[in-house]
């Protein structure tokens, strides 16, 4: 009952911005998809899910990300060692989705090359 009342909750977050530059507003949500809490962008050109968590991902937050400049993960060198690295730090300008759990963790929705790419944010 518990669980069912907070994906209900999260489900009903919609954030509002221009995430991928192109002038039209996009929807961004949160969805249920087997057992799983998915964080979606949808827009005149469709829907684009951009993560999906580990478990039902009750805590899961949506958000505008503040502009600004944001240490990523790699600068406390948390980056996989079989796979690229993210920058550094990031800047943001503009709409930009943010997603994590309160405490936990921070992801930016960065939209680059005509794609959304997920870095994870330092504290």
Known sequence: MVLTMLLMAAAATVVTGDFDRDGVSDQAFLRSAGGKL????????????????????????????????????CAKELGSDHLPCDPWSISVVGDTLEFGTPESSQAAVLWSDGAYRVVWLSD
């Open 38 to 73: 998915q964080v979606v962008i949808s827009g005149h050109k469709g829907e684009t899910i951009v993560y999906t968590g580990r478990d039902d991902g009750s805590s899961l937050y949506l958000s505008k990300l503040r502009p600004g400049t944001y240490a990523t993960a």
